[in-house]
Nanobody
Framework: QVQLQESGPGLVKPSQTLSLTCTVS??????????WNWIRQSPGKGLEWIGS???????SNIPSLAGRTSISRDTAKNQFTLQLNTVTPEDTAIYYC??????????????WGQGTQVTVSS
């Protein structure tokens, strides 16, 4: 059974940097067959893809996220991290890490973490 678990601060002040870690068990993240992603969901909104280890240099198609994200991978610890700079209250959301794979040009997600609530407030 593949398991993913998010960890990090639940409260971040505006202008600070949010750093979240996803710890993976049951599957090595050293290979590139699977995609390891960060996704978030704000109240009343759908899921927003933030980025993945596979496309670490690819900016998000969400304008408010472009240029502010950094995804890194630590294969020794089997973890990957999200760094989101200069956060604002609009970044308040539940943040998920999830595994995906390519299926006919689309990304199919099979395993998700339980999510972690992040609130940006002073």
């Amino acid at each position: 059974q593949v398991q993913l678990q998010e960890s990090g601060p639940g409260l971040v002040k505006p202008s600070q940097t949010l750093s979240l870690t996803c710890t993976v068990s049951g599957e090595s993240i050293a290979t590139n067959y699977y995609y390891w992603n960060w996704i978030r969901q704000s109240p009343g909104k759908g899921l927003e893809w933030i980025g993945s280890t596979r496309w670490s240099d690819t900016p998000s198609n969400i304008p408010s996220l472009a240029g502010r994200t950094s995804i890194s991978r630590d294969t020794a610890k089997n973890q990957f991290t999200l760094q989101l700079n200069t956060v604002t209250p609009e970044d308040t959301a539940i943040y998920y890490c999830a595994r995906s794979f390519s299926c006919l040009g689309y990304a199919c997600y099979d395993y998700w973490g339980q999510g972690t609530q992040v609130t940006v407030s002073s």
